[in-house]
Nanobody, 125 residues
Framework: QVQLVESGGGLVQAGDSLRLSCATS????????LGWFRQAPGRTREFVASISRDGGSTSYGDSVKGRFTISRDNIKNTVYLQMNSPKPEDTAVYYC??????????????????WGQGTQVTVSS
């Protein structure tokens, strides 16, 4: 069982910055590729970003590319999502996820095995 706990969400104005964190006590944290997803009301869960085990490889959804940055600290067992220049359309519940069992990709919700409880991000115009 891998428990993930997100923090850092809240209300932010468009154009400001926000950093989300996701921490775990799992000793195997560094073995897991990790991802961030988001879900707005009435919409399906959307891929935001993913990061490899050592942090050397990252991927982003088209809607956030160039604005958001995913990173990880394998000493602190924490993954981050830096949100720069957020827009009102970024408003959603943000979830971090861990891929414990090897999958062919890291872009879909089905590729991840454990999820955090989510943190609300609201971007005002």
């Amino acid at each position: 069982q891998v428990q993930l706990v997100e923090s850092g969400g809240g209300l932010v104005q468009a154009g400001d910055s926000l950093r989300l964190s996701c921490a775990t006590s799992s000793r195997a944290f560094s073995r897991y590729p990790l991802g961030w997803f988001r879900q707005a009301p009435g919409r399906t869960r959307e891929f935001v970003a993913s990061i490899s085990r050592d942090g050397g490889s990252t991927s982003y959804g088209d809607s956030v590319k160039g604005r958001f940055t995913i990173s990880r600290d394998n000493i602190k067992n924490t993954v981050y999502l830096q949100m720069n220049s957020p827009k009102p359309e970024d408003t959603a519940v943000y979830y971090c996820a861990a891929q414990v069992f090897n999958k062919a990709s890291a872009y879909y919700a089905r590729d991840y095995d454990y999820w955090g409880q989510g943190t609300q991000v609201t971007v005002s115009s």
